[in-house]
């Protein structure tokens, strides 16, 4: 699988088509192959902990060897941010008025949008400062809708905030240029917005770059999956993200027999000709429906050999 | 002091007599740009929708004695906004 080159692979897809599973088992490949491997769960309902049979808690942990797992709390990431900001108001609110900017700094956090900046904040940070210290960065995200906003937000924030910072510049110019005799004056607000500004760029730089980031979508061969793969595939292509390999989870496997199945296999051929057909840029992986849910690490291991074997017009066997 | 030195006094003496107004209209135009850029900033605390406004809340130290000025300036003792308070 093509992906798996990638530093940086983003697995999405439509609500329990098994992106969580097919995330763990990506990262748990990349953490066999010998890179030193984060997989980082952006879902607000998160299941990597399920997945791996332990609470993460909101704080990076390794679960196996070379594999590290980080379930992103928004609620503590905006606890983490308001409490900065905090701090930085120390000396510059007079101590009578703290309590009070404090209090309605605390309201802020339920603002709506909050929770939705924090996750995105962490996995900026993730993406600017994890780096170093990780060989492979694995993303399980949320519903398709939930990962296309996540995704086009570095564009939509870096959009309004060039807007903001290219009005205070231009003000800034003109104060110094006819009241302060050319003398260029300082403005802590510009820097803070440039910061933001910068950091926001170098992400989108990141998401972009083919040879660094991989997209991967999960699908099942049924209707619902494969019209919701269409639309994102071509949504994320819009903002210049694009998705090159697709799991298609759950495929019956050649064993499975019975008058229902086969009847049930004959509709899924359909399907899978359907998706060979509408996704012939896309690599396509097929992984079969297991007798068992994807529980243990043998699970996962087994699931992932598919991501090699596996592979257009191809049937598959468990 | 010759002629020219002079008169270069002279025309120093006028710009500066005239710019003197200047300065003070360019002042507030100034001053209404900032304006703007606060509403800009903070335009979610007053209903309109800003999508950074998350990020916006990392300026509020700065933010804070600017704003107190602008609301004592428009006649406002106490401010305006409850998502604000400076006094």
Request: hydrophobic share 40%.
């Amino acid at each position: 699988m093509e992906a798996l080159e990638k530093e940086i692979i983003f697995v999405g897809g439509k609500g329990g088509v098994g992106k969580s599973t097919s995330a763990a088992a990506i990262a748990m490949r990349c953490a066999a192959e010998g890179h030193r491997t984060l997989l980082v769960s952006t879902d607000p309902a998160h299941n990597i902990g399920d997945i791996f049979g332990r609470k993460l808690g909101g704080r990076i942990t390794e679960v196996a060897d070379g594999l590290h797992a980080l379930e992103i709390d928004p609620e503590q990431e905006t606890e983490a941010y308001i409490q900065t900001v905090k701090d930085n108001l120390k000396g510059s609110v007079h101590a009578g008025m703290a309590a009070e900017v404090n209090r309605q700094l605390d309201t802020a956090k339920a603002s709506p949008g909050a929770d939705e900046a924090a996750l995105f904040d962490k996995l900026v940070t993730i993406l600017l400062e994890e780096r170093d210290k990780f060989g492979r960065i694995v993303f399980d995200t949320a519903p398709t809708g939930h990962t296309i906003r996540l995704l086009s937000l570095p564009e939509l924030m870096g959009v309004w905030i060039s807007g903001l910072l290219e009005k205070r510049k231009k003000t800034n110019e003109n104060y110094s240029a006819l009241l302060n005799d050319g003398e260029p004056v300082e403005d802590p607000i510009y820097d803070v917005l440039r910061e933001r500004q910068s950091r926001f760029s170098r992400v989108r730089e990141i998401l972009l770059d083919n040879r660094k980031t991989g997209f991967i979508f999960v699908l099942n061969p049924e209707r619902l999956p494969i019209l919701e793969t269409e639309k994102a595939v071509g949504l994320l292509g819009k903002y210049g993200l694009k998705v090159k390999t697709l799991i298609v989870n759950k495929v019956l496997p050649d064993e499975a027999d019975g008058e229902f199945l086969r009847e049930r296999r004959r509709i899924e051929q359909q399907y899978l000709s359907q998706i060979d057909g509408i996704f012939k840029k896309q690599e396509v992986i097929r992984v079969p429906l297991f007798p068992r849910d994807i529980a243990t690490f043998e699970d996962l291991e087994a699931f992932s050999k598919y991501f090699k074997a596996g592979g257009r017009n191809e049937s598959v066997r468990v | 002091m010759n002629i020219t030195e002079k008169l270069k006094a002279l025309i120093r003496y006028y710009e500066e007599v005239i710019s003197l107004p200047h300065r003070r209209e360019i002042a507030a135009e100034l001053r209404e740009e900032d304006d703007l850029f606060l509403l800009l900033l903070y335009s979610e605390m007053v209903g309109i929708p800003n999508p950074a406004y998350y990020y916006t809340l990392e300026l509020y130290p700065y933010m804070l004695e600017k704003f107190h000025d602008w609301h004592l300036r428009m006649g406002m003792d106490k401010s305006p906004l409850s998502g604000i308070r400076c006094c």
